[in-house]
């Protein structure tokens, strides 16, 4: 699962995105 969607990118802490998709949204 190498290419998740953002929901999954911000539900994920050990993705580098987890912040700055909650973030961003």
Same mark, same amino acid.
């Given at each position: 699962? !190498?290419?998740?969607? /953002?929901?999954? =990118? !911000?539900? *994920? /802490?050990? !993705? /580098?995105?987890? *912040?700055?998709?909650? =973030?961003?949204?």
């Amino acid at each position: 699962m !190498s290419d998740t969607p /953002p929901d999954r =990118l !911000s539900v *994920d /802490p050990d !993705s /580098p995105f987890h *912040d700055a998709d909650v =973030l961003a949204r």
